[in-house]
């Protein structure tokens, strides 16, 4: 069975700081993709960064940069210079290369606070 | 920048009921879906459509639940005969791609069977 789990059900950064969101994964395929999703309040989740398995380099888009540690099956999510806008749940996402078109496995979702 | 829509935002509804959850994907995509999330749980696939078939269903989507695309631009979401169990986030997402395709999700329907 595929999982993925969120340890952190919430956590707090200062603006301007850094924070790292921890997301675990089990599956038995040894192509996938990982994704982070971030749902602001009341607002649709949006792709913040993905990572192909088959990559050893860790994924970067702006401030949001992955860790990505294929043994240990860890992808955690670094976002630097925090924003009060990154405020959101995010939550951790993984798909089967094998699998079907679009079954996302979600984590159960870390809530982020920025403090100002 | 193109979204997903859905409507209603939300929905509440007496138990045994038929509720129609509506989307409207995002024009030149050709794969879409329907995810749930429980109050607390987490989000959880339920159904992906292409080519005006069902490409892949969960265990959770039983005959009690059916989805269709009318008119080429909406994709509803058939819950036949509610449960309270049903009550949920619903949520809708689209994509121009198979399975490395990024997935545009819609804003949610909420869902209250009482």
């Known amino acids: 069975a595929q999982t993925v789990t969120q340890s952190q059900p919430e956590m707090s950064v200062q603006e301007a700081e850094t924070v790292t969101l921890s997301c675990t994964y089990d599956?038995?395929?040894?192509?996938?993709?990982l994704f982070w999703y971030k749902q602001p309040p009341s607002r649709q989740m949006i792709l913040v960064i993905r990572?192909?398995?088959?990559?050893?380099q860790n994924a970067t888009e702006n401030r949001f940069s992955v860790n990505f540690q294929k043994a240990a099956k860890s992808f955690s999510l670094k976002i630097s210079d925090s924003q009060l806008g990154d405020a959101a749940m995010y939550f951790c996402a993984l798909l089967n290369y094998g699998g079907s078109q679009g079954n996302l496995i979600f984590g159960k979702g870390t809530k982020l606070s920025v403090k100002p | 920048e193109p979204e997903v829509t859905q409507t209603p935002s939300h929905q509440v509804t007496q138990m045994g009921q038929e509720v129609i959850l509506r989307c409207v994907p995002i024009?030149?995509?050709?794969?879409f879906y329907w995810y749930r999330q429980i109050l607390g749980q987490k989000v959880e696939f339920l159904v992906s459509?292409?080519?005006?078939?069902?490409?892949?269903k969960s265990e959770i989507f039983d005959d009690q639940f059916s989805v269709e695309r009318p008119d080429g631009s909406n994709f509803t979401l058939k819950i036949r005969s509610t449960k309270l169990e049903d009550s949920a986030m619903y949520f809708c997402a689209s994509s121009d791609a198979g399975r490395t395709g990024e997935l545009f999700f819609g804003e949610g329907s909420r869902l209250t069977v009482l």
């Open positions: 599956t038995s395929e040894s192509d996938y993709y």
């Open positions: 024009s030149n995509h050709l794969y």
């Open positions: 990572q192909e398995a088959y990559k050893q």
């Open positions: 459509f292409y080519n005006n078939e069902i490409s892949e």
